[in-house]
């Protein structure tokens, strides 16, 4: 489903700070992405969503076969892509609802589906909200304005459930939540995995992991992908931190 | 004296003998000492620290004659009917060029202690009432403009209620205007005076066509306890200039609300004036600018705090794409014996290009010591961040600009007392910003 292929990027003008990622994501695979504080999991998340402050200066990412890179952010979401922020944005004056009816709709219309009235899509998201354990109440609050941290987490798996996304990117949906939250947060992941959709959780622990089962675990470390391996990874590196790998890597 | 001013004190001498109120000596002084002033002071230029933004060169350049004439059937249902499917003015009072035009107008049934009528009416009826409060709100010498509409208005709208009188439905008063080929200058005004605990809720508009200079004033008076809210939605042409003074006497225990959008014009001044004369008299104040191309909007407000625990709020907030500018000037005078006054004032500007700008000038002058008054202003763009999340989830470009805009103006715009001028005010603003190059409403 998702291949990228000699993956650099840098801020705009600024230092490189993806050196050449390569990575293979089936259908139907959950990938765990771990690694140090400012080794590149959040710049290739972003660079997979289409954020505009990166410059992608050589390799290719394709969706099914699509070049991803030539698509705008609204593009890539209509096409599944869904990126769950490791900083939720709050914006003032948006409720919630209505937020996530507009980005429902453009998603339905670019499938050629008929949009959701505003009755139709409240029956819709109520229920995914109980699936959430949220409270309605939050529905008609401005998006994320004054969310604690766990909410606003939360939040980010609403917005997954309610578009079902084909590759869903999760950027540290797991920081900040309590035990409670992460096993709702892992059932709403869990709940949208299927033979057709694609995970790409990005994590610093392994107890997510415990939830959801990855197909495969993968170390960045200055911007490379340093090492791959099973969930047994994990453990490791749970035990052992990341100094060991830097070690076997050679500064690759 | 430059051409212009003085093409103008020639189309009023032609002018002065038909208009009403001959018959009222106070009102022919009052006309005559606004010409006075008015050519003593000539047109306020951009060297007058209080008219340094309103760009009004035009008027200078230019013989604006007095508006007399006609304006189109089709293009008059059509402003109209824009405003009926909107929910606004199933009781109104519609003036084209000026004139009071009954065919257009709908007014509610007469009630006893409250008038409702033309000011050319009231002076015969009530002319001790118009003549006792008609252009007592501000002094000519300091309004040459609004001395000029005193000097020049041909009608307007003359409302008296007295005490405890409620107007029962919110009135609309259309102001529209039509300049057929010369520059037509139109001089609309309102007279509102409540008595002790009345109440009323009005809504003034102005759309029209052509090269206009509409020159609106509009005078309100509130007894003790009176509550009057007044919208204003200026959609003038896309050619016109548009001045405006909104000036209020507000007594004790009063509240004016006074909600302004600046939509249309080329370019627009418009000044509020509140004057808190009794004790916890209070005013709320919301100014939406909305400016694209080459438009220019000035709001100017004036606050004086003369009595014990009187309550200022004003929020202004400009949306400014293409060349446009915008300025907000808001004055704030506390006197030395006002002491309690709760004066707050906030300005926001979202730029929508790189080449509008906004200027901001809060002036705060207090006497008295016992006060809390506060005052921000900000000028940004959209939030990148914020766009790139709402895109991240589908919508596309120009709906996300279109909703951070939007809930960028909502803030002001759900200040706006009535439910059908904010449906209205949503859908200006969303048209303006997904048509991001035109102007006006007719253009
Ligand atoms: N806009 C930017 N300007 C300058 N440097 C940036 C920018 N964005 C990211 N970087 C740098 O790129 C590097 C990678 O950042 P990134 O956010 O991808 O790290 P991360 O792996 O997600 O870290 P964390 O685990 O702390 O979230 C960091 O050194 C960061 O400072
Ligand atoms: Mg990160």
Redesign the pocket.
């Known amino acids: 489903m998702l291949e990228i292929n000699g993956l650099h990027a840098r ?1 705009a003008q ?1 230092a490189e ?1 993806l050196k050449g990622i390569s990575l293979s994501v089936g259908k139907g695979e959950v990938h765990a992405i771990m ?10 998340a972003g660079v997979l969503a289409g954020r505009e ?1 990166f410059e992608v200066t050589a390799g290719s990412v394709t969706l099914d076969g699509a070049d991803l890179l030539a698509l705008t952010p609204e593009e890539r979401a209509v096409r599944g892509v869904f990126l769950g922020f ?1 900083y939720p944005v709050e914006i003032p004056g948006i409720t919630n609802a209505y937020f996530l009816r507009t980005a429902l709709n453009s998603v339905r219309r670019a499938r050629g589906q008929s949009e959701l009235d505003a009755m139709e899509f409240l029956v819709l998201l109520k229920q995914k909200a109980k699936l959430m354990e949220m409270d309605p109440s939050f529905l008609n609050r401005s998006v994320n304005e004054g969310f604690s941290g766990g909410e606003k987490k939360r939040n980010e798996i609403l917005q997954m459930a309610v578009l079902e996304p084909r590759l869903a990117i999760l ?2 949906t797991d920081s900040g939540l309590d035990i409670d939250a992460l096993k709702v947060v892992a059932a709403g992941v869990n709940a949208l995995r299927s033979p057709e959709r694609s995970v790409i959780l ?1 994590t ?1 622990y392994q107890r997510l992991l415990d939830h959801i089962v990855p197909d495969r675990i993968h170390v ?1 470390a200055g911007g490379r992908m340093v090492k791959s391996g099973g969930r047994e990874l994990a453990l490791e590196l749970e035990a052992q931190g990341y100094g060991w790998i830097d070690a076997h890597a050679g500064g690759a | 004296m430059t051409a212009p001013a003085g093409d103008l004190l020639q189309h009023q001498r032609a002018l002065a003998a038909g208009l009403y109120g001959t018959g009222l000596p106070a009102l022919q002084e009052l006309r005559q000492q606004s010409i006075a002033a008015f050519a003593a002071h000539g047109l306020p230029t951009q060297r007058n620290e209080e008219w340094r933004y309103a760009n009004l060169s035009v008027l200078r350049t230019t013989n604006f004659k007095p508006g007399a004439g006609t304006m189109l059937a089709h293009e008059r249902e059509r402003i109209l009917l824009g405003y009926l499917l909107a929910g606004i003015g199933d009781e109104r009072m519609v003036f084209v060029n000026g004139a009071f035009a009954p065919q257009l107008s709908s007014l509610p049934a007469p009630v006893a202690g409250c008038t409702l009528t033309t000011l050319a009416a009231a002076a015969a009826t009530h002319g001790s009432l118009l003549t006792a409060h008609l252009g007592s709100t501000f002094s000519a010498a300091r309004h040459p403009l609004a001395a000029l509409n005193t000097a020049m208005h041909a009608d307007g709208l003359f409302l008296h209620l007295a005490a405890q009188q409620t107007l029962a439905t919110p009135l609309h008063v259309a102001c529209l205007s039509s300049a057929d080929e010369s520059p037509t200058a139109i001089h609309p005004r309102l007279l509102l005076v409540l008595e002790a605990g009345a109440r009323a809720t009005l809504t003034l508009s102005f759309q029209g066509s052509g090269p206009l200079h509409v020159n609106a004033v509009t005078e309100i008076v509130l007894g003790p306890g009176a509550v009057l809210d007044l919208q204003v939605l200026q959609e003038d042409s896309a050619a016109a200039v548009h001045t405006e003074l909104i000036s209020t006497r507000i007594g004790a225990g009063a509240r004016c609300g006074v909600h302004i959008a600046a939509l249309g014009g080329a370019s627009s001044r418009a000044e509020i004036v509140a004057l808190l004369e009794g004790d916890d008299a209070a005013t709320e104040i919301s100014g939406l600018i909305i400016g694209g191309q080459t438009q220019t909007h000035d709001l100017t407000t004036l606050v004086r705090h003369q009595a014990l625990r009187t309550n200022s709020h004003q929020v202004v907030k400009a949306v400014l794409d293409g060349h446009s500018t915008g300025a907000y000037s808001g004055r704030v005078s506390v006197a030395v014996d006002a002491q309690k006054t709760d004066a707050a004032q906030s300005c926001r500007a979202l730029l929508l290009s790189a080449d509008a700008s906004m200027n901001t000038r809060p002036q705060l002058e207090i006497d008295a010591d016992d006060v809390k008054c506060s005052h921000g202003a900000t000028n940004g763009q959209l939030d990148a961040e914020a766009l790139f999340y709402l895109r991240s989830r589908g919508i596309a470009l120009a709906e996300a600009r279109m909703l951070l805009t939007r809930a960028f103006a909502d803030e002001v715009i759900d200040r706006f007392p009535l439910d059908c001028v904010r449906t209205h005010l949503h859908g200006r603003v969303d048209g303006r910003i997904a048509r991001r190059d035109t102007v006006g409403v007719l253009a």
């Open positions: 801020v600024g700070i690694g140090p504080n400012g080794s590149g999991k959040s710049t290739l402050r490791q950027d540290e990005v610093h960045l």
